[in-house]
């Protein structure tokens, strides 16, 4: 994506601790308005480069630009950002509107203008009956919403999230990302969102931005990420459960593996030409179809089921297909069962091959 | 799923009894009250005797209750007490250590806390060569520095003299040495290893997102200083502050070296009154005079005992 006016832009930027490379020449333009995740494994480097982003980490080299302005060595309260934590980092000592107006306090703002803004905050993320409260007598959800209103407040550009949902619950989460979403969609601000959780990553972003030893893997929209993985950690890493994979070769124009055998016809190169070599085969579990579905692909073949987990929506089957484990997504409410035979098929427009050398998809 | 009806269960169910005389609880609590006794006992025999008059002392039953309670020791102790050439009791003493006391234990902790702050939150380089050398030098002993820093009290307070001349031909001779001020400054300096240790370890338990927020929301070093870091800090200060009362109102090397008889701390002079070898000993009175003594570190753990244990609890718990 090209924008002539970018919001965030980060030019070349190194950062090592002592002899550790931990962000290496990363490159990164980000739209006005857009929502970029930032998603790893822990140790990638992810959240690194978004306290290089608020300025709570000397960079070892390289720029960084927040509305055109280079702000490589302000102050992170002169770059025009709000940051929300993981932790919530309130401050325990002040009440809830005390830790809003704590910010615009030091900024040296009116007083009638900084209650005017925490009620604005307040309004937006249904805190008022709160706001006279500490934060040790708030719920978890409360205290991430008041971390939230805390950047609110600021009236700033962009927004940083790292990892702000990690430490709650399953049902609160859920609930605080849809907020989250919701917000950004009222708000139209920037917003990079550091997390190592793929359904929050697929569900709020613009753009995901994948990373691995401080280096971005794919940076594309989540859709792209998931059906067209660019290399076979992205692959690995995107989608639960995660690709089935199969080692083998393409000759003329055909897959063939121990287990797997397929005409690759219907598959959509990156540069056009199918070449030969070794190759990584790899399909979703939900690519792959069952029973009376699979008899008219391009690759049929019989799986012996060795689990199979209910989920309600779904149904998730661990198989051997020639002595290798696949996982295979089959239909809610299914009457598999263990020791069965299952019929399989998959067809080769929903495949991603990788080269085995540069793990590079072909 | 199982269908609960409520019928006979058998085996153990509901709380666990527990036995109010188990042998556990009569060895724990036998054990405790011998210790009790022990730690207990001249306390009270201090206290009896300090309240008894000396015809009753020499009849040799210390243990017993005074027959004929008198406070005549301890105002003795307080206002009469001959030590060396002064006969204004303990008064003085208490006055001086008071003097001694307050000026420092604020400096050593108002310092102590703020470096310990720095070297948790704002590395530099270097820092931990820094903290290091530090916490070194808690572990030399302090008769190696005795007589050096008598050497730098003099010249220095020589020094100061020099340059308030230079400005002022009249001004008086400044002394460090010999004086309550260099007193102050020997105790704050002593005190900043092992209170930087404590206050680096407590600041470093806070978490460090708390700090990162405080930067974003743009407070610098003294706003995160005084606005986040101190209000939170409060037992942790409490511990700082009676590791120092103790240890500053106890101290008798430092005060008998670097003070002179005017200027002698109470811990001195009690020495004087309960040592001195002329004429009868008073044992009352020497009591009395000890046990006013010890009131300032006891008043201070009694007033924070809470506070101190969940200040020490803070540092080992947190983090």
Redesign the interface.
């Known amino acids: 994506m090209t924008n002539t006016n970018p919001s965030v832009e980060i030019k070349q930027l190194d950062l090592s601790f002592g002899r550790v490379e931990v962000l290496k020449n990363l490159n990164l333009e980000i739209a006005r308005g857009e929502f970029l995740v930032l998603l790893g494994s822990s140790g990638c480097g992810k959240s690194t480069l978004l ?1 290089c982003i ?3 980490l000397d960079v070892t080299g390289g720029q960084i630009f927040i509305n055109d302005k280079n702000v490589t060595w302000a ?4 770059r025009g ?3 929300v ?9 002040m009440t809830v509107e005390g830790n809003m107006s ?2 615009l306090k ?2 040296g703002m009116a007083k009638d203008e900084i209650k005017r803004r925490v009620n604005k905050a307040a309004a937006v993320l249904q805190l008022e009956p709160l706001l006279a409260r500490k934060p040790s007598a708030l719920s978890g959800g409360q205290r991430q919403r008041v ?1 939230i209103g ?1 950047a609110l407040v ?1 009236d700033v550009d962009v927004f940083l999230f ?1 990892e702000p949902l990690s430490n709650l619950d399953a049902k609160l989460r859920t609930d605080l990302r849809v907020e989250i979403k919701r917000l950004h969609q009222q708000l139209q601000n920037t917003m990079i969102y550091v997390t190592h959780d793929q359904v929050e990553a697929m569900t709020l972003a613009d753009r995901i931005a994948i990373m691995k030893d401080g280096i971005i893997q794919q940076l594309d929209d989540p859709n792209t990420i998931y059906a067209k993985p660019r290399n076979k950690y992205v692959a690995d890493f995107i989608g639960s459960p995660a690709m089935n994979f199969f080692k083998g070769d393409i000759k003329g124009g055909s897959f063939s593996s121990p287990e797997v055998k397929i005409d690759l016809k219907g598959y959509e190169t990156v540069d056009g030409t199918m070449p030969d070599t070794n190759a990584w085969l790899g399909i979703r579990p939900e690519h792959i179809l069952s029973g009376d579905n699979a008899k008219d692909c391009s690759f049929v073949g019989e799986a012996k089921i060795e689990i199979v987990d209910p989920m309600g929506s779904d149904t998730l089957v661990w198989a051997s297909l020639a002595g290798q484990s696949i996982r295979v997504r089959a239909e809610g409410q299914s009457t598999l069962k263990v020791g069965e035979t299952l019929k399989i098929g998959f067809n080769a427009d929903k495949l991603s091959i990788f080269d085995t050398a540069t793990e590079l998809r072909v | 799923m199982a269908n609960a009806t409520a019928t006979t269960i058998e085996g153990p169910a509901g709380p666990k009894p527990k036995r109010a005389f188990s042998s556990t609880n009569i060895i724990i609590y036998s054990t405790l009250f011998v210790v009790c006794l022990y730690y207990l006992l001249p306390l009270y025999v201090m206290i009896m005797t300090s309240l008894k008059g000396m015809p009753e002392i020499r009849l040799g039953n210390i243990f017993g209750p005074p027959v004929e309670v008198t406070f005549e020791p301890w105002v003795k102790a307080w206002a009469e007490a001959c030590t060396g050439i002064n006969c204004d009791g303990l008064s003085r003493g208490f006055s001086n250590s008071i003097w001694i006391l307050v000026p420092s234990v604020f400096l050593s902790i108002a310092i102590a806390s703020v470096n310990g702050y720095a070297l948790a939150n704002w590395r530099f380089k270097g820092s931990e060569v820094f903290f290091t050398i530090l916490i070194f030098g808690a572990f030399i002993p302090y008769q190696v520095m005795i007589y050096p820093i008598v050497i730098l009290l003099r010249e220095s307070g020589d020094g100061i003299t020099n340059v308030m001349q230079f400005f002022y031909e009249d001004a008086p001779r400044f002394r460090l040495m010999g004086s309550l001020s260099g007193l102050v400054i020997v105790h704050t300096i002593f005190g900043m290893p092992i209170l930087t240790l404590l206050f680096r370890n407590y600041f470093t338990s806070v ?1 460090e ?2 700090f ?8 610098k070093f003294w ?1 995160i200083y005084f ?2 870091m101190l ?2 800090s409060l037992p942790i200060f409490v511990v700082a502050m009676i590791l120092q009362v103790t240890g500053i109102w106890n101290d008798f090397l430092f005060g008998v070296i670097y003070t002179k008889p005017e200027t002698y701390p109470m811990t001195v002079q009690l020495n004087n009154i309960v040592n001195s070898v002329q004429g009868v000993k008073e044992y009352n009175v020497n009591m009395a005079a000890t046990l006013l003594t010890g009131l300032v570190p006891l008043i201070i753990y009694f007033a924070s005992g809470k506070l101190f244990v969940r200040g020490i609890a803070a540092g080992a718990v947190k983090g």
């Open positions: 306290n608020a300025g709570l102050e992170p309260s002169d950002i709000g940051m934590f993981q932790s919530y980092a309130l401050y325990p000592q704590f910010g030091n900024a971390a805390r600021r790292d | 978490p997102d708390l990162k927020a405080a930067r974003v929301d743009g407070a706003g606005r986040i209000p939170m």
